[in-house]
């Protein structure tokens, strides 16, 4: 029996059951990928996550999405998913991808039977079905955590847009789902707000517009989405009007060259990257612009011209440019993502498949032939899947894929730079920060992150230069003025590196890392009143901090205090009693104060703690024990 006689005798559950098998099958390599780039602030360090009593927070708190407050976005059904997750597996990211995995292959279902619904029951609604199922574009959501927003919004939009679908169909109308559903895929990510315009396009395509059902729906979701822009209107704002990263006519033709862009990834997914390199246009006139624009005026030309014969063409062409409207419209900080395709790619997957149909039809002879040229050209994307998954096994990995495909871009060599760093790689690590420099010699954050590696490996100077070149950049920075303070105190340089950690502190005045480093700096120079005085500071932030603990009692043991010095080194060990220092600085206290039994212990523990204090340890020990004879 033929593939299209199988397809179209098969129950919908057993084909169904077959493109999930598939799936799984193309996802199995993922399933121990690690986190990656957002991950870490949304997920990793995001302690809210820890505690599933903190799921209802979420629906009220926009600042839970993120351990940092200026990522602060309204995400609540993600969080409590990956809450969820927490509680199975805490950071291990097996059931991490897993759930993902799991709400992608509901997507796959829905896919499915919309594409039955628009294409009827054909081989191309299946192969439409298919190559959402298995497309290399969609690593990207499966892959990167943080984008499970795509995949959980676009489940309740596709849901949403199917109960629709049925509705008509079935002549009643279940619309409370359709807006529950909307709701939640809000809930998810906000460009699920487009829901109300898709349905307009195709009730106004297949003739139910002026239904007095089809209105009573587009209202209530059309009340649903100014509800939530009324609800998340301080983040739109900022984004939109009060700071965006670009000016609109930037914007604008940027991504009328991304949506050419993201065609072509879709028709031909090479060159898959997590930070593809990609410019900025701001005018018409640009000589990609101008003929991407031409292209997509063309493509909407031909869907208008032929939507009465093929509705489908000029629906599938609207689903794809309304479902990426939020991403094209509103200036983001990454000019092209690859996730940002998950729904709208569908739009291309309709028309795919009903081209697939034509030429059935038009070449019904050679219909077998057709489906097995579908299937070769499935299996090389499968392929292409499982490869590009083992490209996100680690960050030495993705970074690397990623700074190879984009030469001119800063960003992705950074990332790269970081990954090699943290694998031991110093000098790769350097020449990477090195390149990204000259691609950007504004993005300061370079300037710290290349001075810190060039200290960590001895090069002073070099480390000099580069931070001294830095805050001529942008002197408002308090990172870079606080690693150039550690490269002048390894210079010994103590009086300039005192100044430049006064500069770092007045613009980090939060950073108790910082004060404390002042602090220390004051009692090398010996003035232990304005350490104190710094060192106090650093207490009032990190009061659970043990080595801030020791660089109060150093203060104090420096003004003669002996007794608050006592109680500081005390506070530390028990704050953190694996810590060799602070019991180090006990014993010292309690060996000027004459206690010599509990200054024997104190030191004993601190060889405990730390075997490198050893040797020290060993002598003082000795010369206790000489003393109490």
Not at 171 to 178: H, I, S, T
Request: with cysteine; glycine share 6%.
């Amino acid at each position: 029996m033929s593939a299209v006689k199988i397809l179209r005798t098969a129950p919908f559950l057993t084909r169904y059951l077959s493109l999930a098998f598939i799936t799984c099958l193309v996802y199995a390599n993922a399933l121990e990928n690690p986190f990656h780039y957002d991950d870490f602030h949304s997920i990793v360090h995001n302690e809210r996550l820890r505690s599933l009593s903190a799921v209802p927070q979420f629906f009220t708190d926009a600042t839970a999405f993120s351990s940092e407050a200026e990522n602060a976005m309204y995400r609540p059904l993600l969080l409590a998913t990956f809450a969820a997750n927490y509680a199975i597996s805490q950071y291990q990211t097996w059931s991490y991808h897993v759930l993902s995995l799991v709400l992608h292959l509901a997507c796959v279902g829905l896919v499915a039977a919309i594409g039955l619904r628009l294409l009827g029951q054909t081989l191309g609604a299946w192969w439409a079905a298919l190559l959402f199922a298995i497309h290399p574009i969609n690593t990207e959501p499966l892959n990167y955590i943080s984008s499970r927003s795509e995949i959980l919004s676009g489940l309740f939009f596709l849901l949403a847009f199917w109960v629709y679908l049925q509705a008509g169909q079935k002549g009643r109308v279940p619309w409370g789902w359709a807006m529950g559903a909307y709701a939640l895929a809000l809930f998810s990510k906000s460009i699920a707000i487009v829901l109300p315009a898709v349905v307009v396009v195709h009730a106004a395509l297949f003739g139910s517009l002026y239904r007095r059902e089809t209105k009573k729906l587009v209202a209530g979701l059309a009340l649903i989405g100014a509800a939530y822009i009324v609800g998340v209107w301080q983040f739109l704002a900022r984004a939109t009007i009060d700071q965006p990263v670009r000016g609109y006519d930037e914007q604008i033709w940027t991504q009328v060259k991304a949506l050419v862009f993201y065609v072509k990834m879709l028709l031909w997914p090479s060159g898959q990257s997590i930070d593809h390199q990609f410019l900025v246009s701001d005018s018409l006139f640009d000589p990609i612009a101008a003929p991407a624009f031409a292209l997509l005026l063309s493509l909407l030309f031909v869907a208008l011209r032929f939507r009465r014969e093929h509705p489908i063409l000029a629906f599938s062409y609207a689903w794809f440019l309304l479902v990426l409207a939020p991403s094209s419209v509103v200036p983001l900080n990454v000019l092209v993502n690859e996730h940002r395709m998950y729904i709208p790619g569908l739009g291309v997957y309709w028309i795919l498949g009903y081209g697939l149909n034509l030429l059935c039809i038009r070449w019904d002879r050679y219909r077998s032939w057709l489906s097995v040229i579908a299937l070769l050209i499935a299996l090389v994307l499968c392929w292409v899947t499982v490869q590009r998954n083992a490209v996100w096994a680690s960050s030495l990995t993705l970074w690397g894929s990623a700074a190879k495909g984009a030469p001119m871009m800063a960003r992705p060599h950074v990332y790269w730079a970081e990954a090699l760093e943290q694998a031991g790689r110093t000098g790769e690590a350097i020449r990477s920060y090195e390149h990204a420099l000259r691609r950007d010699p504004s993005f300061t954050v370079l300037y710290q992150r290349l001075g810190a590696v060039y200290l960590d490996s001895g090069r002073n100077d070099r480390a000099l230069q580069i931070l001294t070149e830095g805050v001529s950049v942008d002197s408002t920075d308090g990172t870079l003025w606080s690693t150039l303070a550690e490269v002048l105190r390894a210079q010994g340089r103590w009086e300039e590196s005192l100044s430049a950690y006064r500069r770092a502190a007045e613009l980090l005045p939060e950073d108790g890392a910082v004060l404390n480093n002042l602090g220390n700096t004051y009692q090398v120079l010996n003035q232990p009143q304005k350490a104190l005085r710094y060192h106090l500071m650093a207490d009032q932030l990190t009061p659970s901090d043990a080595p801030t603990q020791v660089n109060l009692g150093n203060a104090y043991a420096m003004l003669g205090r002996e007794r608050e010095a006592l109680q500081a080194f005390r506070r530390a060990v028990e704050l953190e009693p694996a810590y060799g220092g602070g019991w180090l600085s006990l014993g010292g206290a309690l060996e000027r104060g004459n206690r010599i039994e509990e200054a024997i212990r104190a030191y004993e523990q601190a060889a405990l703690a730390d075997p490198n204090n050893r040797p020290f340890v060993q002598e003082r020990v000795m010369l206790l024990r000489e003393k109490r004879r």
